[in-house]
Each structure stands twice: as structure tokens, then as C-alpha cells.
């Protein structure tokens, strides 16, 4: 028998775990209902990912669901906000039991680990397309923006740089490397929400890396109205990017390269050593690989020479 709308929702969206006592009225009615705490700001991201243009059709339904979620933690991640709730949209060729049941697992395994309550979403038939609207707190006034970055601050990466983009070039055949750790980066990215916690207080500004370091560190310094420059030997690669560097000379697949989901963020010298004891001592891993300018524009210092980086990554519409 075909699985209907409602029936689809309750057997595959209602069995979770974390209920939060904020939540006044989740899944199940017209709206949501939720209560935000005096003091608290509410930090509010939506993405959509849409087969075929941000995954491909045979990837594995339970690192789908893994990334849909995670995606979305890493911009609550990025604004130093502790993420509570999620909205999810389903837009599905075929209501599969199989396929829905596995996608539920990655969400929910993901949701319980960092206590993210699904209050709510809609499903629909036609073109695989999945919404997720993702909603957390943060302390009155004490969210990371783009807009903090000051010349002298110094740029952090966390985690390594340039692994989901190798990944993505060996899911579509255009490199002989292999590297199962490349392909579980873009498949299953971990969102960095524990790090960007720990950043209040101490970071001027933060973003995630989605589009690419070079995109997505030009959003700070553009909304900044600063300069930066990145010091390529201090760029955490790992050693199958290294690898794909030597076999192919494309030193900018790292710089560009989409869907690594760490943090960049900059921090004002006085909060240097504070900041690396926290993130040493809670073994979360870290770079420091720049420092912002007040000449506006991205450099990056390599083989004793500085070079002008694009700060265009990838864009929807672009060739329209």
C-alpha cells in the first residue's frame, strides 16, 4: 500500500527523542509553538539541497539526511548560536520506505547528538528537494557576524581545508586518488557547533565554510570593509588534497573548493592565547592561517611571493 502524506510523517518523523520544555506545541498541528527565554536572541538559517545540483542521486540516504541537518548547524555554528529546533521539507519523487527510513536514521542520529528538536515541516511530491530550516539561541547581543573582523585580528580555520572538494572530484571520476576520508567529508561534514560555542566572547567574526575559503572569508572582509592575507604554509590540508596538489598543480582547488563546513573566524590578538588553550584543551582541531588588513582585498603569501586571490565561489544563477 502507497505510503500517504500523514501516514509518511508519523511512521518516519515523530519518533525522536529530545523534547525541549521551550517547546510549547511541535509536530503535529498547523504551527509550532515556542517560547524564548528574557535574555536570549534567536538565531533563524534555512538551506535547500536539490539533487543533482548540491548531491549527487546515488548518494547513501542516511549520509543524506546526516548532511541536510548538518549544513544548517554549521551556520547556527558560525554565529556562536546553540541549535534547539528544525523544520524539515521533504519533496519526493516516491514516497520509498526503505529510502525514508534510512534518511530518517542520518537526521536523527545527527539531531540527538547536539539536542535538536524537529517541530514541524510539509511534504510534497515532485523532484527530489529537501529544506531545512534550523532555529537557535544565543546569549542578548552576543552573536559572531560577518561584520566584526578589525585590521590585526588573526584568522582561524577549524579542521582541515579542501577534503570534501576531493572528495567530490572522486565521486565524479576526474582523479585517480582514493580517499574514503575525503569522500565521508562531503558526504557526512561535521558542523562545528562546539567550537562556535566556545567562540563568544572571544572571536570579532565568523562564517562557515560552504562555497569555499576564498568565497566565504571575502564575505567577512567585504562586510568588515577590510583586507586579509593567508600564509599558504599555515593552510591545514590533508594529505590526500597535498596529494592531488603534486599530481596536478591546482594549488586553488583548496582555496575554492565548496561543502568543507568549518568555521573561519577572527580573533583580536589580546584573545590569542585564551583561545587556543580553550580549543587545545577541548581537542577541537584548529589553524591559524591569516591575518586581517586594513588594505582591502584577499592576498595569499606562497613561495615568497604574494598573490591576489578571487574571492568568487560558487554562485546559483551565475550563468544566467
Not at 6 to 15: A, Q, S
Not at 230 to 251: C, F, N
Not at 278 to 289: D, E, H, S, V
Request: one cysteine or more; aromatic letters at 6%.
Amino acid at each position: 500500500m502507497a505510503l500517504g502524506e500523514f501516514e509518511l510523517i508519523r511512521r518516519f518523523f515523530t519518533d525522536q527523542t529530545v523534547k525541549h520544555p521551550s517547546t510549547i506545541l511541535g509536530v503535529g498541528d498547523d504551527c509550532a509553538l515556542l517560547r524564548v527565554e528574557e535574555g536570549e536572541d534567536l538565531a533563524v538559517t534555512a538551506d535547500t539541497l536539490v539533487e543533482g545540483v548540491h548531491f549527487l542521486s546515488d548518494v547513501d540516504p542516511e549520509s543524506l539526511g546526516h548532511k541536510v541537518l548538518a549544513v544548517n548547524l554549521s551556520d547556527l555554528a558560525a554565529m556562536g548560536a546553540k541549535p534547539k529546533w528544525v523544520v524539515l521539507a521533504l519533496t519526493l519523487p516516491h514516497a520509498d520506505a526503505a529510502w525514508l527510513q534510512s534518511f530518517a536514521k542520518g537526521f536523527f542520529a545527527l539531531a540527538e547528538r547536539y539536542g535538536v528538536e524537529l517541530i514541524g515541516g510539509d511534504t510534497t511530491r515532485g523532484p527530489l528537494t529537501i529544506t531545512v530550516q534550523a532555529l537557535g539561541l544565543t546569549p542578548r547581543d552576543s552573536a559572531l557576524r560577518r561584520s566584526g573582523a578589525r585590521p590585526g585580528d588573526l584568522i582561524y580555520l577549524t579542521g582541515e581545508l579542501g577534503a570534501a572538494g576531493l572528495g567530490l572530484k572522486m565521486r565524479q571520476g576526474r582523479t585517480g586518488i582514493e580517499d574514503q576520508t575525503a569522500i565521508a567529508h562531503l558526504e557526512r561534514p561535521e558542523p562545528r557547533v562546539d567550537i562556535g560555542l566556545k567562540l563568544r566572547g572571544l572571536a570579532n567574526s565568523g562564517i562557515d565554510v560552504s562555497d569555499g575559503l576564498a568565497a566565504d572569508l571575502g564575505h567577512i572582509l567585504e562586510a568588515s570593509g577590510v583586507g586579509a592575507t593567508l600564509a599558504w604554509e599555515r593552510l591545514p590540508l590533508p594529505d590526500g588534497v597535498r596529494r592531488y596538489i603534486e599530481e596536478t598543480g591546482d594549488w586553488r582547488m583548496p582555496l575554492s573548493a565548496g561543502d568543507d563546513y568549518e568555521l573561519c573566524f577572527t580573533v583580536p590578538p589580546g584573545n590569542r592565547e585564551k583561545l587556543e588553550r580553550c580549543l587545545t584543551t577541548g581537542g577541537f582541531p584548529f589553524a591559524l592561517i591569516g591575518q586581517i588588513e586594513p588594505q582591502t582585498g584577499l592576498r595569499l603569501f606562497k613561495d615568497g611571493r604574494s598573490i591576489e586571490l578571487s574571492q568568487d565561489g560558487y554562485q546559483h544563477f551565475s550563468s544566467d
